[in-house]
């Protein structure tokens, strides 16, 4: 079992950074891919970023791509998503989603532990 926690989220104004972490509990770390999900309110929850186990490979969204970064630390057990250049639509609940090494990054159903979700607003 694995238990995710994120943090770091709050409110900003547009243009300006914001980086999330997720601490997992549990087992190791390093035996799961990792990635992040957002949900606006009225929407459906949507791919944002994820990480292989190792960092090696990282996937974007088109919609964040050259704005957000997705790193880990494995060491330090901790996930990162570094938000930069914020906008308005980036405002949702982002969701910190961890699985095992099979399967695609994208869909929400490979994904087999999530966290509780933070808060992120972005103001115009």
């Known amino acids: 079992q694995v238990q995710l926690v994120e943090s770091g989220g709050g409110l900003v104004q547009a243009g300006d950074s914001l980086r999330l972490s997720c601490a997992p509990s549990?087992?190791?770390?390093?035996?799961?891919?990792m990635a992040w999900f957002r949900q606006a309110p009225g929407k459906e929850r949507e791919f944002v970023a994820a990480?292989?186990?190792?960092?090696?490979?990282?996937y974007y969204a088109d919609s964040v791509k050259g704005r957000f970064t997705i790193s880990r630390d494995n060491a330090k057990n901790t996930l990162y998503l570094q938000m930069n250049r914020l906008k308005p639509e980036d405002t949702a609940v982002y969701y910190c989603?961890?699985?095992?090494?099979?399967?695609?990054?994208?869909?929400?159903?490979?994904?087999?532990?999530w966290g509780q979700g933070t808060q992120v607003t972005v103001s115009s």
């Open positions: 989603a961890a699985k095992g090494y099979s399967g695609g990054y994208y869909p929400m159903s490979q994904y087999d532990y």
């Open positions: 549990g087992r190791t770390f390093s035996s799961y891919d």
């Open positions: 990480i292989s186990w190792n960092g090696g490979n990282t």
